[in-house]
């Protein structure tokens, strides 16, 4: 309280301060303009007087030192200015006195200045042969006032609040004194305000009452808490303004916040439309459930409303991990339909070639291109057992010992290798960039290089062309696989790396595709901690960007 009757105090007196100060200065400018003003009109009268008598022999006197002094034609050229040269002058027939002077006989006008620091105010009068002769001069604005000002204001602002400050804090003392001395342990033997006697003994009786109900609630939050701060689970209590009560280490972890969040909103922990809707839910069904991803981890969060003999008494809600348990059912499930589907297609190929042979339907001349058909798909088995067995090794593989590697010489080797390859496709091969040397597994970097490089010669175009890039950074190297080809669908793009996708099952049963390539790559790159971006356009080309740490 006496904080409050302290800043109350000081706080009008700046407010009136301040106030008083601006007001001041805003009358004194419109005052100290007006005079401005007029004696600017006084100037122009001598002026007009003096061409009218004159011509341009009077406005030759005048110096480059006097106010501003334009002589306009009635086309709008000037035929005078002591202040510029009027070759350089456009036509002034549009400005606003100018016109203003031609219709009525004379004219006003007020301009702000880029830096809106200064105004420059114009006057304007009809010249009996229809010329205009105009005079201007530039006035200091309010804010350039207020800024030349503010050394003296800010002085007597220093004085008053020093001031204000003392009396301020004496007074907050003054009225506080009595209050600060009363003893809340034997409240009713207080006698400083006579007016306090209800409220100190009001406050006698309720100790009494919290002391007790406090030893009981110290004991029941000691229990709840050595249980919850033990849980696996996130759990996390709600009152019925969705504010959080209580909230567990695990869902702190969960959420990523601390035990600051306690009394705020629930929308500082979790913002997601979709868990406030389930909460939303839960008051009107009194249950309901949501999954969502957090800190790549699937989450099951059950919400419960919690009844009481009021009605609702808030929410509790649940957390669940249930990633491994989501990835096992996925991939099982995936891996069991496409393993299915890839192995089904070549054998269901070789026993149908073989039939045909064992009847004895097909012709002499025809059996080998029936056995080369055979040895075709087989030879495809073997190398989708192969890709399968290396993905594999690859997720159940533990740390393997890395060493510096060089990407320019893994890159090198992988181009080497797949010269004849782009040759017979009519692709020319490119390496550019620097060493890249990485901390890394030779033969898993290898396979990456080699499967994005195969990929961009098989699909790339007649004549086409794969560039591979290798960029040496502070913290990170990275290498750049560019090809001319065929391009992926932006539809596609996000799906490209999962196990057995293809965009163009044709193209890739033609080529010998097994749809597993870009899904080792992935591996490979995860694991060295490393990222991929893919940017391709339909019918231009694709770009797959790799980024690996340095440490």
Not at 26 to 43: A, E, F, N, P
Not at 144 to 168: H, K, N, R, S, T
Not at 364 to 392: C, K, M, N, Q, Y
Request: glycine share 6%; with cysteine; hydrophobic share 40%.
């Amino acid at each position: 309280m006496r904080e409050k009757i302290f800043r109350s105090i000081l706080n009008v007196t700046i407010v009136v301060l301040i106030s008083g100060l601006l007001l001041f200065t805003i009358v004194l400018t419109h005052y100290y303009s007006g005079i401005q003003r007029k004696q600017l009109k006084d100037k122009l009268s001598l002026a007009a007087l003096g061409v009218e008598q004159q011509g341009l022999h009077y406005l030759s006197q005048m110096g480059e030192d006097e106010d501003r002094i334009t002589w306009i034609a009635k086309d709008g050229s000037i035929l005078f200015d002591n202040h510029a040269d009027i070759d350089k002058m456009g036509n002034h027939s549009d400005r606003e006195e100018v016109k203003e002077a031609m219709e009525t006989g004379v004219g006003s006008s007020r301009r702000h200045s880029i830096t809106l620091t200064r105004n420059t105010v114009y006057e304007a009068v009809l010249l009996s042969d229809q010329t205009v002769l105009r005079i201007s001069m530039d006035q200091i604005s309010t804010l350039a006032l207020l800024w030349g000002l503010i050394q003296p204001f800010g002085i007597i602002l220093l004085l008053v609040v020093a001031i204000v400050y003392y009396v301020a804090e004496k007074l907050a003392d003054q009225i506080m004194q009595p209050l600060d001395l009363i003893d809340l342990e034997h409240p009713l033997e207080e006698e400083s305000y006579e007016e306090m006697a209800p409220f100190l003994n009001q406050i006698y009786h309720q100790k009494k009452q919290i002391k007790k109900q406090g030893k009981e609630l110290d004991l029941r939050k000691l229990e709840f808490e050595q249980v919850v701060s033990h849980m696996r689970e996130g759990l996390v209590l709600l009152n019925t303004n969705n504010q959080v009560l209580s909230i567990n280490p695990a869902a702190m972890e969960i959420f990523q916040t601390t035990e600051k969040c306690i009394g705020a909103d629930i929308l500082s922990v979790e913002r997601k439309q979709k868990f406030i809707s389930a909460i939303e839910k839960a008051k009107e069904q009194g249950h309901s459930e949501i999954r969502l991803e957090k800190n790549n981890r699937e989450y099951q969060f059950d919400i419960s409303s919690i009844c009481t003999k009021k009605g609702n008494g808030g929410f509790i809600i649940l957390a669940f991990d249930i990633t491994e348990q989501r990835n096992a059912e996925k991939m099982r499930r995936e891996f069991s339909a496409n393993v299915s589907h890839e192995l089904k297609t070549p054998l269901q190929s070789i026993i149908g070639s073989a039939e045909l042979m064992k009847t004895g339907i097909v012709k002499e001349e025809d059996i080998p291109r029936f056995i080369g058909h055979i040895h075709t798909e087989a030879s495809r088995l073997v190398v989708l057992i192969e890709d399968i067995i290396r993905l594999s090794e690859l997720d159940e593989e533990g740390e393997i010992q890395k060493e510096e590697v060089s990407l320019h010489q893994v890159a090198t080797e992988v181009l080497l290798s797949l010269r004849e390859k782009a040759e017979k496709q009519k692709v020319t091969l490119q390496l550019k960039g620097s060493q890249g040397i990485i901390p890394g597994v030779y033969r898993l970097l290898h396979e990456v290089i080699y499967n994005l490089c195969e990929n961009a010669i098989k699909y790339n175009i007649e004549g086409g062309k794969v560039v591979v890039k290798i960029e040496d950074r502070e913290q990170q190297a990275s290498i750049s696989v560019e090809d001319t080809g065929i391009g992926i669908p932006l539809e596609h793009q996000e799906r490209v790396f999962e196990r057995f996708y293809r965009v163009d099952k044709s193209h890739s049963k033609k080529t010998g595709g097994t749809g597993l390539g870009l899904s080792i790559v992935k591996h490979a790159v995860g694991y060295h901690n490393g990222k991929i971006d893919l940017f391709s356009r339909e019918g231009k080309g694709t770009t797959v960007m790799i980024w690996f740490p340095k440490n």
